[in-house]
C-alpha cells in the first residue's frame, strides 16, 4: 500500500468536504432570497432551515456510513460519497426551485459524512505513534476548507452564483476518480464486523462511547471541545463588527491569519509535541491554549489586542489530533469506523444547539459584556482539559477486542 498516496487522497477527501460547506457560504443566501422574490426575512429564516438540515444530515449518517465501513471496507464509502458529492452539487447548480436545491442541500450533507469513514482510513494505515501527525495534517485539512471555502465562494459567486456549485463538482469528480486509481482498501476482510441498524443508528453508535469509562471521559471532552469551537461561526462576525468595526476586508484578513496559523501548528508541529510530551499532555495543554486564546477574544478591547490571541488560540489544534489518538486506542480495528461515526454524531449535536446559545448570549450581553461568549467558551475549554487530566489520570487506554 502506498500509504503516502493514500493520506493525501484522504487529505483532499476532508478538504472538499468541508469545502461543500465553506463554499456555499457566500452565494447560498443570495440563490435563496432570489427565489423568495427579495423577502429578506424569509430568506435569512429559510438559510436558517438548510444549515439545521445539513447538520442534522451529518448527526443521522455519519453513523451509518461509519458502520458500513466497518463492514464493506473504507474504500467503497469513500469513493461512493465522493462519487454522489459531486453529482450532488450538479443537481444543485440546476436546481430550477427552491424545493429541489432543498433537496440538494439535504444529499449534500449525507455525501458530506465521510469525515468520520476518513479518519477510521488514517487509523488502519498509520502506526500508532504516527497517528497524531497524520489526525494533524487532516485537521489542517478541515481548517483550510472553511477558509478557503468561503473566499472561493465568494469570488466565484460574483461572477455568477451557480459558478461555485460548478467549481466544487468538476474538484469532487476529479477527486473521486483520482482516489480510484490510488486509493487502496484499508481494511482487511477478517478484521470487518456484521452490519447491525443498532450500531449504525446515532444513539446505538453512541452507545459505543459509553462502553469504557475512559472513552465516555475523552469523548465528553471532545463534545466540549467542539461546542466551545461553534463560538466561532455563531458570533465572530458580529463581533468583530461591533466592537472593533471591521468590515469584510479585515474579517477576511483575519480569518486567512488564523488559517496559517492553525496550518502551521497542525501541519508542522502536533507530530513534534506529541513525541516530546504525550497525548495525554497534548490534550491538556491544547486545550488550555485554547481557553486562554478565548479569553484574550472576550476581553480584548481593541483589534490588535484580539490579533495576539490567534497564534495563541492556533495551539488549540494539537489537543484534536491529540485527543482523536487517545480515543483510536479504547476500539479495536473493526470498531473503528463506528467510532468515528459515533464522534462525528456528537459534533454534530454540538453543531445544532451551540450556535444558539452563543448567539443568544452575545444579544443578551451586547452592552455589557461583549465578549461573554467568547469567555464562556473559553470556561468550556478549561473545563475539558480538567476532565481530561481526571478520566486520563490512572488508567491506560486499551484496544478491545471484539
Request: glycine share 12%; charged share 10%; with cysteine.
Amino acid at each position: 500500500m502506498n500509504t503516502r498516496h493514500a493520506l493525501a487522497f484522504i487529505f483532499c477527501t476532508v478538504a472538499l468536504d468541508v469545502l461543500a460547506l465553506g463554499v456555499m457560504i457566500p452565494v447560498l443566501p443570495t440563490i435563496v432570497l432570489g427565489f423568495m422574490d427579495g423577502d429578506t426575512a424569509g430568506a435569512a429564516e429559510m438559510f436558517g432551515v438548510f444549515a439545521t438540515v445539513w447538520a442534522l444530515m451529518q448527526f443521522l449518517c455519519s453513523p451509518l456510513l461509519g458502520a458500513l465501513s466497518d463492514r464493506y471496507g473504507r474504500r467503497p464509502v469513500i469513493l461512493i460519497s465522493c462519487l454522489g458529492l459531486g453529482l450532488d452539487y450538479i443537481f444543485m447548480a440546476l436546481a430550477p426551485s427552491l424545493l429541489l436545491l432543498f433537496v440538494g442541500r439535504v444529499v449534500s450533507g449525507i455525501t458530506s459524512a465521510t469525515i468520520g469513514t476518513s479518519f477510521a482510513y488514517i487509523v488502519d494505515v498509520t502506526k500508532p505513534d504516527e497517528r497524531a501527525k497524520a489526525f494533524g495534517l487532516v485537521g489542517m485539512a478541515f481548517g483550510l476548507g472553511f477558509v478557503v471555502g468561503p473566499a472561493i465562494g465568494g469570488l466565484l459567486g460574483g461572477l455568477d452564483p451557480r459558478l461555485p456549485f460548478w467549481v466544487s463538482a468538476a474538484a469532487c469528480l476529479a477527486n473521486a476518480a483520482f482516489g480510484w486509481f490510488v486509493l487502496p482498501e484499508s481494511l482487511p476482510p477478517e478484521k470487518r464486523m456484521a452490519f447491525s441498524w443498532k450500531r449504525a443508528s446515532p444513539v446505538g453508535s453512541l452507545k459505543l462511547l459509553a462502553s469504557q469509562r475512559q472513552l465516555l471521559g475523552l469523548a465528553s471532552v471532545d463534545f466540549m471541545g467542539n461546542f466551545a469551537h461553534q463560538v466561532l461561526p455563531a458570533v465572530f462576525v458580529l463581533y468583530a463588527g461591533h466592537r472593533y468595526g471591521w468590515g469584510e476586508t479585515t474579517v477576511g484578513l483575519t480569518l486567512a491569519f488564523v488559517g496559517v496559523c492553525t496550518a502551521v501548528v497542525q501541519g508542522l508541529l502536533i507530530g513534534p509535541i506529541v513525541r516530546r510530551i504525550g497525548a495525554r499532555a497534548a490534550v491538556i495543554v491544547g486545550l488550555l491554549a485554547g481557553a486562554t486564546g478565548m479569553s484574550i477574544y472576550g476581553l480584548a478591547v481593541t483589534g490588535p489586542w484580539f490579533w495576539a490571541g490567534v497564534p495563541v488560540m492556533a495551539f488549540w489544534g494539537v489537543a484534536g489530533p491529540a485527543l482523536q489518538d487517545m480515543m483510536t486506542r479504547h476500539v479495536s480495528g473493526s470498531e473503528q469506523g463506528q467510532l468515528q461515526g459515533a464522534t462525528s454524531a456528537s459534533r454534530s449535536v454540538a453543531g445544532l444547539i451551540a450556535p444558539g446559545i452563543f448567539a443568544v448570549l452575545f444579544a443578551w450581553t451586547i452592552d455589557s459584556l461583549p465578549g461573554a461568549a467568547f469567555l464562556l467558551a473559553g470556561g468550556l475549554l478549561a473545563a475539558a482539559a480538567l476532565v481530561t487530566w481526571f478520566v486520563t489520570a490512572r488508567t491506560r487506554p486499551v484496544a478491545r477486542v471484539p
